[in-house]
């Protein structure tokens, strides 16, 4: 028996992301909910989702970027 797992939100477009497991590409197509914080971070377009409401990262704790700042 699963756990039910709730949706973080429902796709209005076809986005390209990256599974962040394996970080191999994967397209989720328009009407597909949404249950990974992690691939729901990668989708940053509010035109994205159902109501263009991107789901709150409140749950998550604010973390640094990765990213180096490029040289001047």
Same mark, same amino acid.
């Given at each position: 028996m699963s756990a039910a797992v709730k949706s973080l939100g429902v796709l209005a477009a076809n986005v390209h992301v990256l599974?962040?497991?394996?970080?191999?590409?994967?397209?989720l197509?328009?009407?597909e909910p949404v249950t #990974?914080? %992690?691939?729901a971070e990668q989708i940053t377009n509010p035109r994205c989702w159902e109501g263009e409401q991107p789901p709150?990262? #409140?749950a %998550?704790?604010?973390?640094?970027s990765a990213r180096k700042a490029k040289p001047a």
């Open positions: 599974d962040p497991v394996e970080r191999i590409p994967m397209v197509l328009a009407g #990974d914080p %992690a691939v709150s990262h #409140d %998550a704790p604010d973390k640094p």
